[in-house]
């Protein structure tokens, strides 16, 4: 989520989270993490890299699952510290929806195209290896008439899939089957809630320092029981010895 900063115009804000889901899939327990722009993410990183090995403590034996977009950066970290990736099932859905119009490019095919689209997301929700199918298929798609614009959202669908597929990123059915989240829904939610709704308002522009607080709070203030374990600290060892 990006925020307009006093002295750097637009720079992106980092939101992270971690969530507890129930052998049934059930989501029980989410602790959020905003952090202010920074180059290079070091401070995120180290706050994340502290929460993870907390709840890594507490719940040896879980099964740790990171679900992101498509950036690297973001694959750097969750591979060293998650058993399984998994790349962000509506992301995809973006991809799928730009390569529907190299499969039915005419706008009297629209029907058609969106039932393509419709039936493909239901292949890869369901069907085992869909993603290499699909793969196949827009591999194998030979119209030269396509204009640029879509032959370049179909070679960058291309791209995208067969990069995910390669550190079998896009194994869906399993996931679904195993009763596992299959998207970063959560994530998107608190750029929303964490970021947008405070730290985007009309005319806002933030230092550096001001991003910082607000963000914490708000991250305090949304995981659940968070607020009260940090009061709880306060009182116990004061303030110096409290991190965000």
Known sequence: AYILMANEGYREAMVGN???????????????????????????????????????????????????????????????????????????????????YAVYPKKKTQAKRKQWLSERCSQLKHEKNAAQTILDELQALTDTRLTKSIKDDLAATI????????????????????????????TEAACKTLVKQRLCGSGMRWKNKGAKVVLSLRALVQTTNRWQQFWDKIIQFGVEHQTA
């Open 159 to 186: 791209t995208y899939f067969s990069n995910n597929i390669t550190k079998d990123r896009m194994n869906y059915a399993h996931h679904i089957e195993e009763k596992l989240p299959i998207g970063s829904g959560v």
């Open 18 to 100: 971690l969530s507890l889901y129930d052998c049934n899939g059930e989501r029980q327990h989410t602790l959020y993490l905003g952090e202010a722009p920074e180059h290079g993410k070091a401070c995120f990183k180290e706050r994340f890299k502290r929460e993870i090995k907390r709840i890594k403590a507490r719940y040896p034996d879980a099964l740790y699952l990171g679900i992101a977009d498509g950036a690297k950066d973001n694959w750097t970290f969750l591979e060293s510290h998650t058993k399984q990736q998994l790349v962000d099932f509506y992301h995809v859905t973006e991809y799928l929806a730009k390569a529907a």
